[in-house]
C-alpha cells in the first residue's frame, strides 16, 4: 500500500495547481492525480482577468477582494516556480453600434469603476477599422496559463506529489474515516478535474451548465499590443512567440468538444473586417468549461460524505476565482471548519440535492 496522504487532488488545471501549491504552504501531505491532456480548457483559456463583464459593463463578482488576492497569490506562486506569470494589461473596448458607446459613457459617468476614455481615441487607427471609438477598462491582468500549469507540474514532479496518468472513478473507495484510491490512502480527496465532475459519482447533481469555447491562435505580422487587450465581439489576447488568442465562443448547446469550421471561418471574417494588418491562422482550439448554472464556483466537502469535497466550476473567470477559493478550502480545513467557505460558493448550499439517496 502507498504512504498516507491527507488529500488526493484529482486534476492540475487551473484548480488543482493552486489547491497544491496552498496545501504546500499549510504543510498538508498531499499526491495529484491527472493525465496530461493538452487542451483542457485551463490550457487554451486567454488567461485574461476583467474586472467589468457583459453588455452592462458591471463589475464582477467580489472582484475588489479577488484582484488584491490575485495579486498576493501569484506573486507567492511566481517566487516558487522561479518565472514570470502575471502581467498588467488595459482592455481596448471598442463600440460595435453607438448604443454600446452610449451604455459606455452612462456607466462612466454613473462612477463605473475601472471604466475611462482614451486621450486621443485614434490612436489605434493603424491597426483597426473602427468608427465608433473604443472604451479602456483597467486594472485588467493577464496570466501565462500554459506557463503556469508548465511550470507547475515540473515543480510537482520534482516534489514527487504527482501521479501523471488517468483518474479511475471506480478504484475510488470512500469511507467513514477517509478515502482509498488503488494503493493510497488518504485523508480527503478533491476534485479539481473540471467539466469530469459534471458526469461523476459525487457531484453529478449540481446544477452544472458546461459550455464550448473556441479560439483561434493567429499570427498578425506588425501588430504589437504593447500591455493591451483589444475587444470587438471577439477579443485579441497576446499569446505567447508573438501569436495573438482570438475569441471565444461561449455555446450552451453544443455536439462535441472539437474545433468546428463554423467557428473558424465567423472569427477569420470578423477579424479581415477589424484587422487592417494580414493575419494568419496558426491553430484552432476547443475545450468545454466547467460553468454553473448560477455563476458561482462549488468549493468545500460533500455533505453526506465530508471525506469527498470539490474545487470546481470556476467558468470563464478560473484565473480570478481559483487562488482565492484554493486558500480559502485549505484555512477552512485549518481551522476545523472555523473559517468557514464563503456562503454562496460552499457546496454545503445544495445540501438538499447532494443528500439525496
Known amino acids: 500500500m502507498g504512504q498516507q496522504v491527507e488529500f488526493l487532488v484529482i486534476g492540475q488545471g487551473i484548480c488543482g495547481s493552486f489547491l497544491q501549491f496552498e496545501l504546500e504552504r499549510a504543510g498538508l501531505s498531499h499526491l495529484v492525480i491527472d493525465e496530461a491532456v493538452p487542451l483542457a480548457a485551463s490550457r487554451i483559456a486567454a488567461g485574461l482577468i476583467n ?22 497569490s501569484y506573486g507567492r506562486l511566481e517566487e516558487a516556480l522561479g518565472t514570470t506569470l502575471l502581467s498588467r ?34 490612436e489605434l487607427l493603424n491597426d483597426f477599422h473602427y468608427e465608433l471609438g473604443y472604451g479602456l477598462i483597467d486594472d485588467c491582468y493577464l496570466v501565462d496559463l500554459p506557463g503556469l500549469l508548465d511550470a507547475a507540474r515540473r515543480r510537482m514532479r520534482l516534489r514527487g506529489v504527482i501521479r501523471e496518468e488517468r483518474f479511475e472513478a471506480e478504484e475510488l473507495i470512500v469511507a467513514g474515516d477517509g478515502v482509498r484510491y488503488r494503493d493510497i490512502p488518504a485523508s480527503r480527496i478533491v476534485f479539481c478535474d473540471g467539466v469530469a465532475s459534471s458526469g461523476g459519482r459525487w457531484f453529478s447533481r449540481l446544477p452544472f451548465a458546461p459550455n464550448k469555447g473556441e479560439a483561434l491562435i493567429v499570427e498578425v505580422p506588425g501588430l504589437t499590443l504593447d500591455g493591451m487587450v483589444v475587444k470587438k465581439g471577439i477579443s ?38 477589424w484587422v487592417r494588418l494580414p493575419f494568419r491562422t496558426v491553430d ?27 474545487l470546481n466550476g470556476m467558468g470563464t473567470k478560473g484565473c480570478s476565482l481559483a487562488p482565492y477559493f484554493a486558500h480559502q478550502l485549505v484555512q477552512s480545513v485549518l481551522s476545523g471548519g472555523g473559517a468557514p467557505i464563503q456562503a454562496d460558493a460552499d457546496v454545503r448550499r445544495f445540501t438538499r440535492i447532494l443528500s439525496k439517496g
Request: proline residues 7%.
Open 51 to 72: 474586472p467589468v463583464t457583459g453588455r452592462r459593463l458591471v463589475t464582477t463578482w467580489m472582484i475588489d477582494e479577488l484582484l488584491a488576492f490575485a495579486r498576493e
Open 89 to 122: 494589461v488595459v482592455v481596448a473596448d471598442f463600440f460595435p453600434t453607438a448604443q454600446m458607446r452610449l451604455a459606455f459613457l452612462k456607466r462612466l459617468e454613473e462612477g463605473g469603476s475601472y471604466l475611462r476614455l482614451p486621450e486621443d481615441e485614434r
Open 236 to 273: 485579441l489576447v497576446p499569446w505567447k512567440e508573438g501569436l495573438y488568442w482570438a475569441g471565444s465562443s461561449y455555446e450552451w448547446s453544443f455536439e462535441h468538444a472539437q474545433p468546428t469550421e463554423l467557428f473558424r471561418l465567423r472569427t477569420e471574417a470578423a477579424l479581415r473586417e
Open 284 to 310: 484552432h482550439l476547443a475545450a468545454v468549461r466547467p460553468a454553473t448554472l448560477e455563476r458561482r464556483p462549488f468549493v468545500g466537502f460533500h455533505p453526506v460524505h465530508p471525506a469527498v469535497g470539490i
